[in-house]
């Protein structure tokens, strides 16, 4: 567990020195008397450039070392965290200190103001107010709190150490060549804490998502563990997930389907452990469960946990931790991870009895970064790098009509789709208009299958993933049509 540890403390230092750099010579440059606006304007682009393309490379080799796969800056940019691109995200908030500096210093240019009066407004003016490239609305949850206007009061709230100092030291510098490097600081430990913030959380997102999988393909645990972290400083929510007994097995302990995936807020830490000592039959969800735990807590410790004395109350009300609680509520190792053969098993054994969904939809394989780059060479839009495969598209592709006319896969075949996803003949580019653009095939036993993907696809209620549109037997001599681009393998 330490290695995640220290991976993300290694991280997290390469982006502090990476942007260190950048503002230092950025600050250095502004302090030349002689800089025009136009000058200051081509540096200040210059320097926020770096800026971005630092942390989305930062990103890309944390993502690599912690999940042991090729993952590209590219890949990192397209990424999305909650409907928005990671590199939109990224780019606009570097965009909207880029505009509101420039602004500030055209300003005071015209207005002639001193050394401090220019300084005082670009710390002052640095808080989103203007919103004019909407950062505020693509920014993720767990930032929008952190773009208010800073005040005495809110630094006095800031739980980061070198950002609360930096913002202290800002507001008690007298002189105007000490308050200008005092915010040469607040600049630079801002911009590191927005940077380091989500490249924390989304690299250690990916690895819990990871061990999940690992934990949902190990048919002999059935029980997971959460651990809170050795780092932990204060609490909060990660406190209840580590320490309710919520089915009956022990604090912190749940059926792997029903473990809580961290991270489970900002910078969260919290590991989970297989446990191969509890087993899960017959575990219940306990009613009791929070009202249990949160009796053991002061009154300012609950309001840490579900984020203010309002939630409390209302907490009091009907018992529910999560319901009431300022932190979104987390998928579950089950959500994100699987175990493609059993799942698909069962869901086409759903489809054919027509009994209610245990899932409308599950994961059967992975796009490889081969498959990425490819597409995102074309400016080909990727919804999500795993395969998904719906209920209705496992009804299309077992309907009794397309069997009827040789096209439709046997019950064995259709259960071989995420073998074959990883262990294809040959993968093709369909190139006609608004057609599916990935097709697997496998050939074995004088048979070809073929699975169109569509990487820009919609689920149920309209909701974006990469998935399986039909599959189904097709004459090798097809696949030479010249509108298939052959990508990788060969039938």
């Known amino acids: 567990m330490a290695k995640i540890d220290d991976l993300l403390d290694a991280n997290?230092?390469?982006i502090q020195s990476g942007i260190k750099k950048e503002f230092d010579t950025l600050v250095a440059k502004l302090q030349n008397d002689g800089m025009s606006y136009n000058d200051a304007k081509i540096e200040a682009k210059r320097r926020l450039k770096a800026v971005y393309r630092h942390t989305v490379d930062t990103i890309a080799v944390g993502m690599k070392k912690a999940l042991k796969e090729e993952i590209s800056p590219r890949y990192v940019e397209e990424m999305e965290v909650e409907g928005v691109k990671?590199?939109?995200?990224l780019y606009a908030n570097l965009k909207d200190v880029e505009a509101m500096t420039?602004?500030?210093?055209?300003?005071a240019i015209k207005d002639k103001k001193s050394i401090k009066e220019l300084a005082t407004m670009l710390y002052e003016g640095y808080n989103f107010k203007d919103d004019p490239l909407k950062v505020k609305k693509a920014l993720p949850k767990y930032l929008m709190e952190d773009i208010n206007k800073m005040s005495d009061a809110r630094i006095r709230k800031i739980k980061t150490p070198s950002l609360k100092a930096a913002y202290y030291e800002a507001l008690k510098a007298k002189s105007d060549e000490e308050l200008y490097k005092k915010l040469k600081n607040a600049f630079y430990e801002r911009n590191r804490y927005y940077a380091n913030r989500i490249a924390q959380t989304e690299i250690f997102k990916a690895y819990s998502k990871k061990e999940a999988q690992r934990f949902m393909e190990d048919g002999s645990l059935e029980v997971v563990k959460v651990r809170l972290s050795r780092t932990h400083p204060v609490t909060d929510i990660c406190d209840y997930h580590t320490g309710v007994n919520k089915y009956g097995l022990g604090k912190g302990v749940y059926p792997k389907e029903k473990a809580p995936l961290p991270p489970y807020h900002p910078h969260c830490r919290c590991k989970m452990l297989p446990s191969y000592v509890h087993k899960a039959k017959n575990a219940k969800e306990r009613k009791e469960a929070d009202r249990e735990f949160m009796s053991g807590l002061s009154e300012h410790q609950k309001?840490?946990?579900l984020g203010s004395k309002l939630k409390v109350q209302r907490f009091e009300r009907d018992g529910n931790v999560l319901k009431n609680s300022y932190y979104p509520n987390p998928a579950t190792v089950g959500d994100v991870g699987y175990n493609s053969k059993m799942d698909l098993k069962q869901l086409l054994n759903e489809v054919k009895s027509r009994k209610k969904h245990?899932?409308?939809k599950i994961i059967v394989g992975v796009l490889s970064e081969q498959i990425v780059e490819f597409l995102?060479?074309?400016d080909i839009q990727i919804h999500t790098?795993?395969?998904?495969i719906t209920d209705r598209g496992v009804s299309h592709i077992s309907r009794e009509s397309k069997k009827n006319r040789g096209a439709g896969l046997s019950d064995e075949d259709i259960l071989t789709i995420p073998e074959i996803l990883k262990n294809y003949s040959a993968i093709y580019f369909d190139k006609g208009k608004n057609r599916f653009n990935i097709l697997y095939c496998s050939v074995s036993d004088n048979k070809c299958i073929k699975i169109a993907v569509d990487t820009k696809g919609y689920a149920n209620r309209g909701e974006k993933l990469t998935i399986i549109k039909t599959a189904g037997y097709v004459s090798k001599d097809d696949m030479k049509d010249t509108i298939?681009?052959?990508i990788e393998g060969k039938l």
């Open 303 to 305: 309001a840490r946990v």
């Open 376 to 378: 995102l060479q074309r």
């Open 102 to 107: 420039l602004k500030t210093i055209k300003q």
């Open 86 to 89: 990671l590199s939109r995200r």
């Open 484 to 486: 298939f681009e052959l």
């Open 385 to 388: 790098r795993d395969i998904y």
């Open 358 to 360: 245990t899932k409308n």
């Open 12 to 14: 997290a230092k390469k």
